[in-house]
């Protein structure tokens, strides 16, 4: 039977309504294709199982899953995303492959420090290139208009998130939002989320390998009525489905470490944009002090 999928989105619509249904192996494939789609447009068969950490035949298997003739026509589609309408981005991608491409700075010594730098900063660079062409405009937009509409938003992310969730806690608060972050203290993780309030949000910030806390606290919020937001990697995330809306932020990674660069800017775009709505101008609380203290001593 042929495939019916015919372009990269659609590639994605089918992954994400075969959740739950593909073998342990194929979700382990699929989310390395949605996770790396620029690698796999470009890679041989073997060195993308090599970087899934799959056999070979298990790409073929997943390909032929999806109804393809093979790896070659499942291929085809990515390579269509990469340089089909969008020859500038393709451009941009294939500058930063040329030299000390991503697999070889992985590869490298890691006790060289110059080659590893240069290897995060790439990365960095890989994601922010990606993300600037993919990321949901009218989701982000969603974002700050559901942040603007909340009482308080109350924050969930751990592990290797766990800075951008802080650092969000931080700039929201900054901007004039009340904002918490859900730290499951004494394992209070569902009684933090029952002490939120019937206009209050939850922001949930994961990415593979999805932490299980993360997870929970986002279906806890979803089931009790509260409006949740993600912050994630890919459709087959398993905060998706109980998130009224999602922007999907691709990391690239570098051996076990992965890029924050790309997830830190939008959540400051978000932050800003957010600012800006509730209220052009307005000092913050430091500056309110600091204006009233110049006023005092005059």
Known sequence: ????IKDYESLGAELAARQGSLSRRL???ARFFLNHPEEVAISTLVTL???AQVPPATITRFAKELGFAGFAELQAVFRERLVGPRAPYAERVSKLRQGNGAAEIAD????????MFEGFVQAAVNSLVRIEESLDRSELAAFVDALAAC??????????????????VYGLANVGKRAHLVDNLGAMRAEQ???????DLLLAVTFDDYTPETVEAAKLAAARGRTVLAITDNELSPVVGVASHVLYVTEARLG????????????QAIIVSLGRRLGEGAPSPKMKIKNQKQKNEK
């Open 49 to 51: 199982a090599n970087h």
């Open 108 to 115: 490298a010594d890691l006790q060289d420090s110059g080659r």
């Open 256 to 267: 076990h470490f992965r890029s924050q660069v790309p997830a830190l800017v939008v959540c």
């Open 1 to 4: 039977m042929a495939s019916t």
């Open 151 to 168: 009482d308080a938003v109350h924050v969930a992310a751990a592990r290797g998130a766990f800075s951008i969730g802080a650092y969000s």
């Open 193 to 199: 989320i029952g002490a939120m309030g019937p206009n």
């Open 27 to 29: 979700e382990q494939v």
